[in-house]
Nanobody, 122 residues
Framework: QVQLVESGGGLVLAGGSLRLSCAAS????????MGWFRQGPGKEREFVAITGPGGSTMFSDSVKGRFTIARDNAKNTVYLQMDSLKPEDTAVYYC????????????????WGRGTQVTVSS
């Protein structure tokens, strides 16, 4: 069982930045693909970004060029740097871990954090 704890959410003005962190409890963190997903009010959960075990990355079109993802295997932590934030980025952001898949589908992830709220005001 892998426990994931997100932090770093908050309220920010449009155009601002936030950095989310996700700490994982597993000693084999480096073997996992780590993804970020979000769920806005009245919306379905959607893919944001992923980093694979080798450091490869992938982003949704809606955040490409504004968000970056990075992992620190020594700290068992993955980060999501969010710049040029827009009101439509308002959502609960979830961290997820998958040992089997490098995927943008939330159904491919076995482990999830509880989420952290990000609110972007205009």
């Amino acid at each position: 069982q892998v426990q994931l704890v997100e932090s770093g959410g908050g309220l920010v003005l449009a155009g601002g930045s936030l950095r989310l962190s996700c700490a994982a409890s597993t000693p084999t963190f480096s073997s996992y693909s780590m993804g970020w997903f979000r769920q806005g009010p009245g919306k379905e959960r959607e893919f944001v970004a992923i980093t694979g075990p080798g450091g490869s990355t992938m982003f949704s079109d809606s955040v490409k060029g504004r968000f970056t993802i990075a992992r620190d295997n020594a700290k068992n932590t993955v980060y999501l740097q969010m710049d040029s934030l827009k009101p439509e980025d308002t959502a609960v952001y979830y961290c997820a871990a998958s040992l089997q898949y490098y995927s943008s589908r939330h159904s491919d992830y076995a482990f999830w954090g509880r989420g952290t709220q990000v609110t972007v005001s205009s």
